[in-house]
């Protein structure tokens, strides 16, 4: 098992908007149980590779020193239950020596709600709050064992001409994504 990491100019991301959705910034408060239940769904998609506790979700969303963290839900728009939560991005930022960092934290899609512009719409959003934040560009990691996120994200790099790298994993991956 490895992780590929990929750097993204954020100039060259385009604007998406998804119809079918809104994405709205996450509330603990309001939407902790239906992110845990977005996390079990995917979990279950991915075919025997575990996904993460939500504790650990919850605790890498709070701020700490020098590490500010913003995240964004997106909610059916119809059709579904209002409370449902069918994806969900993190935005991790942190002061390096060269300026601002930013990494995707989390990015999660419901399986139903896949190839349908959800993905995109959250990353989008995280990306307008990495300019204004004054990045360059995104760097993202994800499990070369989770074969959708390895496409998804292939994908995203095509389409803004970015770098990717294939890693043993080492643990070390986050700490170097975060400055």
Not at 49 to 62: D, H, M, Q
Not at 77 to 85: I, K, R, T
Not at 97 to 104: K, T
Request: glycine residues 8%; proline residues 5%.
């Amino acid at each position: 098992m490895g992780v590929a990491r990929f750097v993204i100019p954020i100039e060259r991301i385009q604007s998406v908007d998804c119809a079918d959705i809104a994405v709205l910034p996450y509330d603990s408060a309001n939407d902790a149980a239906a992110l845990g239940e977005l996390v079990c769904r995917c979990a279950a998609d991915s075919r025997g590779v575990s996904g993460p506790a939500t504790t650990k979700i919850a605790a890498e969303l709070a701020c700490r020193p020098g590490r500010h963290v913003w995240a964004w839900v997106a909610r059916p728009v119809s059709g579904a239950a209002p409370s449902a939560v069918v994806g969900m991005v993190s935005l991790v930022s942190v002061e390096a020596v060269d300026g601002v960092r930013c990494s995707i934290g989390w990015l999660f899609v419901d399986p139903r709600f896949r190839r349908r512009g959800v993905g995109q719409a959250l990353v989008a959003t995280a990306m307008r709050q990495a300019q204004r934040r004054g990045a360059a560009e995104m760097h993202v990691e994800t499990l070369t064992s989770w074969p959708a996120a390895v496409r998804f994200w292939e994908a995203v790099r095509l389409a803004a001409g970015g770098t990717v790298a294939k890693l043993p994993l080492s643990g070390e991956s986050r700490k170097t994504a975060e400055g």
